[in-house]
């Protein structure tokens, strides 16, 4: 176990002194990269300090890529860039940092009156809380009922016909789109569906993908052994003349995560024509165009595409929560060929009980329930926090800056705290939260620092409520 | 559409005709690799010839390698070695074949009465035809009433650890394996993981895989871009001293598919040791352990393994069918560290609703029960079949080479046909068969040949009936 005597120094919180203590050993060699920190409950019993102090500490080590968090498991010291010890003793950026950070201590964002007792509200993760059990439970017992020996015949490896001719009508009915349910693969989530597409696109190719962006995504092709590499962003969306010798380019132009950004048509058009060259691919990942509040969903990219260069992608777990584990693609015509001559011989991931039941569950106009009542939901509990940002004793310091669409928004904080210590701010009044930078790859620019994420789907009611009261001045 | 003038020589079948002309077009390119051929149904139509013809010819190029068959999809020109035609011409080794099979016309196995209209009986499939639906239904829906809101928590990317307790106390009952529930990984099929292994023991490796063997391994290993090599067998089970450089061996000592042999405990020493030095594993496939009829199932390789060095695997949709997709693998306690910190960020493929509805089943011991069901009714299938071929007029030309485990035997045969044309005679007594040696990925020895893989596991009663009216001399 790590011990230390953390001396406070002043101005120096304690967490701060513990994120010294570990990151010092880790550059001196004396934490391996892949070693295991302590869990941070028993850390905190070991050295005698809250738990929010170590939260703090391993927060900041986490920000600033000391050390990596896996989830259900722990905190893993990362390998650290061997120039980096020099360069951080001699500039001692981090340093600097937590000068400034004490220098403006009296930045006040929350009034702490005392240490959070209960577990911190969580706008990091994103996910639906809610599902319809009654209605699945019953179509589940009708499909056993009416089915019966049918569900034991083996399942076509792209998936059941009825699950795909049903999403095929969805994708009509609500996205505008013609698809031939042919051209329609079902997959166990979107994790294992891009696995697909690196083996059907080659392992020899380069994946371009959103900078700032969801970085499962990157870890998803470094671990399928191809070469990944940034796409930066402006306001409209993926520059085109950044992508160089990219072949295959990963967007999600409905709602960029975490920027919100919508490509705009003029863009869109852009990146065709640059598909339209040789052997290149747009992978249009449309998650979550389901949740627009203010507007008509932008039109899927898919549905300009002339040149059967886009492959569409979209899920299920995410409106429907993890209870279910489906996803899709639609692949152009002459991709679906390769796809049945090269890898056809994969298995369904989905068992045909599940599709059984999502078909019917499309077919009887549920999902679009589900998604009219979910959509409600959000927006009102979007508008709940919305209003208590706004009438906040701290409005004048924040700035709402996307809020048409999907299932977070974007929180401008004027402050002069770097982004790790506004983050452990927010931690400390009992909110996790992550800000924008951290999604970025590469060191975000200037203009996007102090700039909070808000996750709000997977709140609870209650939760709710209380994050209403931090922000009202609590 | 392919047109031909099918010339029916004297002594040679219809089938074989056209056989020929589709291979002269493979070899002469007018048929290029990638084509796809018509549908059976379509070809027969457009050649006025019978389905029963097309599909000999389908099967006959198939088993040389000329097309490949994608399910649900159609057959595909595959690549040629280009110096086939060369030896093709100069030895004629197809033709000869052809003339032996005339000239052993009369090589008479079936009493062939009329062309079988029915649906062919299908030998070639393996996979349970019964569900405990009444029990797995009832067990959903206390799953559903008594967990709710508990079900749409993020399941942890390893698996429930519900799930995983339940696995390791049926792996300690059963296979007298202790195996620790965190060491335990689930996943939507074997397909799914063995892609995952590809990740977490390296793209750089050598895979060696059992020659002859279950074909769709190395094409998963192919697609995953790492390199496959043939491992080859005796009776006692794979021959360490051929394995070369290979660096993972993938086998299923309990019970290879397809020749029945259970891997000698001294042959598992010594593959053991040579899994000791450097980097090397063993995936220990498990599949269709449960069923062993005459005999307790052999303990797995695991129990042995005292470096650390084997993968246990196994899969629920073998024993429970297709509605349920769960497979799930025992890591080594080094290499699971390194999953997780390597590949950690993987989202579990399986529902969480299907996960706890397993592992109530498992708990309930009503898998146990439904093992033993099956067990029986297997028993007693196999058993009607060895009688019906045993007392067959054709019983002296018959002799079964394996029959203690697992849900198939094989079935030699004393003829002068070749494999294709045997298995050509078995179709067109309305039986689906595949030879041994078409589980080659190299030509098969010798004494290997003449020898059928009856799967049975996946007949209805009325088939099992209809085969043995065939085998009793019909």
Chains 1, 2 share one sequence.
């Not at 950026?93 to 929350?110: E, H, P, Y």
């Not at 569906?193 to 371009?208: F, V």
Request: glycine residues 6%; contains cysteine; proline residues 5%.
């Amino acid at each position: 176990m790590l011990t230390y005597e953390l001396k406070k120094l002043p101005g120096m919180p304690l967490y701060e002194a513990l994120y010294r203590c570990i990151r010092d050993d880790i550059l001196s060699g004396r934490l391996q990269p892949g070693e295991k920190l302590p869990s941070k409950r028993a850390l905190a019993t070991n050295l005698e300090v809250s738990k929010i102090t170590v939260e703090g500490a391993y927060e900041q080590l986490l920000s600033e890529g000391f050390i990596c968090s896996v989830e259900k498991v722990g905190y893993f010291v990362e390998k650290t860039d061997p120039g980096f010890y020099d360069r951080a003793t001699k500039n001692d950026v981090t340093s600097q940092n937590f000068q400034k950070n004490a220098a403006t201590k009296n930045d006040k964002i929350f009034q702490i009156s005392e240490k959070p007792e209960e577990k911190s509200i969580d706008l990091t993760a994103n996910f639906s809380a809610r599902f319809p059990f009654s209605v699945w439970s019953r179509l589940q017992r009708e499909v056993m009922l009416d089915l019966g020996e049918k569900l034991l015949s083996p399942v076509p490896n792209q998936g059941l016909p009825e699950l795909r001719n049903a999403i095929s009508r969805q994708l009509r009915e609500f996205r505008g789109m013609e698809v031939d349910p042919d051209n329609i693969l079902i997959g166990a989530g979107t994790d294992f569906l891009y696995n697909l597409l690196i083996q059907l696109l080659g392992r020899d190719k380069t994946y371009a993908v959103e900078e700032p962006g969801y970085s499962k995504i990157r870890l998803i092709y470094a671990a399928g052994g191809v070469r990944c590499v940034g796409a930066p962003m402006d306001r409209q969306g993926v520059r085109p003349e950044t992508l160089g010798d990219a072949d295959i380019l990963h967007i999600s132009p409905s709602h960029h995560f975490p920027s919100g950004i919508v490509t705009t048509p003029g863009r869109r058009q852009a990146l065709l024509q640059w598909a339209k060259t040789g052997e290149k691919w747009i992978i249009e990942d449309d998650y979550d165009t389901e949740f627009r509040f203010s507007a008509r969903p932008t039109a899927a990219m898919y549905t300009m595409d002339r040149a059967g260069k886009v492959i569409y992608m979209n899920t299920f777990s995410k409106t429907l929560a993890s209870p279910i584990r489906i996803s899709y693609m639609v692949l152009p015509p002459r991709l679906m060929e390769t796809f049945r001559k090269t890898l056809g011989f994969y298995s369904c991931t989905v068992p045909s009980f599940e599709q059984y039941t999502l078909a019917r569950f499309l077919e009887g106009g549920h999902f679009e329930k589900h998604i009219n009542r979910m959509r409600k939901l959000y927006k009102n509990r979007r508008n709940r926090i919305l209003d208590a940002i706004e009438t906040c004793p701290q409005a004048g310091k924040m700035e709402i800056l996307e809020e048409n669409a999907g299932l977070h928004f974007l929180l401008k904080i004027s402050t002069q705290l770097t982004d790790a210590a506004l983050t452990q701010r927010f931690l400390e009044a009992g909110i996790r939260v992550r800000s924008l930078g951290s999604y970025y790859h590469d060191p975000a620019p200037r203009e996007d620092t102090h700039i909070l994420v808000i996750n709000y789907s997977a709140l609870t009611d209650q939760e709710t409520e209380r994050l209403e009261k931090i922000f009202r001045g609590s």
